[in-house]
């Protein structure tokens, strides 16, 4: 509660808290937007593959000449990281292997590192997290997106001492959306090829959200970070809304989860495409439960939502501002060098899937592309198949053939085991026994 306080103190000691960032793309731009009217942050350099592009996003979001012209503009990412002037480094780039060797670069520089690079988090989390404590830095997940978010209602419910039913978040889902492609994306969306064209949309990016795959990155993350736990069998995608979450998100006959303490991701229309009333497409919730009677009792006189029994109650929040919320987590780390969710164990990970009969010979397109979609298994059953995390999943060739629906193993591809993020990824499945 006393960020702006904190940052206000820095402030007038000269001392502002000075950002690098990597990635200028939608989330970086959101977060750009809010540093004029943030006194006491700075950023100091944007890395970026097109610094000119960089700076137009800049100019695009309502910087100054004169701001501009004070940031370094560069195109070498660990150049960035090392400069002295960067305290807390931003990656946004959403490449997996690239923000992997990013995060490492920002630990061993002493920097503290925000990673709004999920897919970086889920393919080797648990082991960035552990090396940044080792030397005396942050790592973090990124507020604004859904999982530090998610994780900071878990972190409400458990400090209140409330048990956790389930938690994540809301989406757009029906089963047809897995074998989605770039190809096809467009119509899902109620977009034409050229709408999309247009607003500088990435149909693989967007094909992504809409085919499973960026759901279970985020519950995976979740799940590493907070200590809940997926479904045995994926995401169950239930469509719920925000009065029936407390009825319809907690396990057995009369309920939609697998057990308590799970992650799940809610649905905002029905399997035929019909809206859900009071759909939570855009936000984050928790579901917890009285612990006693006395505070079952005071739920009812406080006007509390429940269940039937009266004690299983959800707290949601409608949306989330992406990179608009981002100062919160660089703010955190910087000033009480706390995270805004970490991750902890490798209790989940997202394994890629075949969207249709896939052939010898075909080369993956990665996350979002026309051959695989990331379905979330417990880390245990993962590694149990050896299933190959989506985050490697780009441009590498099958062995064998895969029937649709099925995982894609390690021994269906030829991967480069010189390549340092299967190296490490390899090292961090052996520094956590999945959970």
């Known amino acids: ?78 150049a960035m990281i090392a400069l002295p002037e960067v305290e807390v480094v931003v990656e946004a780039t959403g490449h997996a292997p690239a923000g992997i060797a990013h995060a490492r670069s920002a630990i061993r520089e002493g920097k503290h590192i925000v990673m709004v690079n999920v897919e970086a988090d889920v393919l080797a989390g648990p082991l960035l997290a552990r090396e940044a404590e080792a030397a005396g830095v942050v790592y973090s997940l990124a507020y604004g997106d859904q999982p530090a978010l998610i994780c900071e209602l878990v972190d409400w419910a458990r400090s209140c001492g409330f048990p956790i039913i389930a938690a994540g978040k809301g989406t757009k889902y029906r089963p047809e959306y897995h074998a989605s492609t770039p190809e096809t994306v467009w119509g899902h969306y109620g977009l034409t090829a050229e709408q999309a064209r247009r607003g500088g949309m990435n149909p693989q990016m967007f094909n992504s959200f809409l085919d499973g795959t960026k759901s279970a990155i985020e519950m995976a993350a979740v799940a590493n970070a907070s200590g809940l736990t997926p479904p045995p069998d994926g995401l169950a995608f239930p469509p719920v809304g925000t009065h029936q979450m407390a009825d319809m998100l907690r396990p057995g006959n009369a309920g939609t989860l697998h057990h308590a303490g799970q992650v799940e991701v809610i649905s905002s229309v029905h399997r035929d495409g019909s809206p859900v009333t009071n759909d939570l497409r855009w936000g984050v919730f928790v579901v917890f439960e009285a612990p006693n009677d006395y505070a079952a009792r005071c739920f009812q006189e406080y006007g509390v939502v429940t269940d039937a029994t009266g004690r299983i109650s959800a707290l949601y929040r409608p949306f989330h501002l992406i990179g608009l919320e981002l100062n919160i987590s660089i703010l955190s780390a910087a000033l009480r060098r706390e995270a805004t969710g970490v991750p902890t164990g490798f209790r989940g990970d997202v394994v890629s899937t075949a969207k249709r009969d896939l052939r010898a010979g075909e080369v993956l397109d990665g996350e979002g592309g026309a051959c695989v979609w990331g379905k979330l298994m417990t880390a245990a059953d993962s590694l149990q198949h050896g299933g190959l995390p989506i985050g490697l999943a780009n441009r590498v060739p099958l062995l064998r053939d895969v029937p649709m629906g099925q995982p894609v193993t ?14 490490y990824r390899r090292a961090t499945e052996a520094a956590f026994p999945a959970e």
Request: aromatic fraction near 8%; charge should be positive.
């Open 1 to 78: 509660m006393n960020l702006y306080r904190l940052l206000q103190k820095r402030a007038s000691h000269g001392k502002p808290v000075r950002v690098g960032l990597i990635g200028a793309g939608k989330f970086g731009s959101m977060f750009l937007s809010q540093v004029p009217t943030t006194p006491g942050l700075e950023v100091a350099a944007i890395a970026d593959l097109s610094p000119d592009q960089a700076r137009a996003a800049c100019r695009a979001v309502g910087w100054t000449t004169e701001r501009i012209a004070a940031t370094r503009f560069v195109d070498d990412a660990t």
């Open 410 to 423: 390690w021994d269906d591809v030829r991967i480069d085991a010189a390549d340092e993020a299967y190296r």
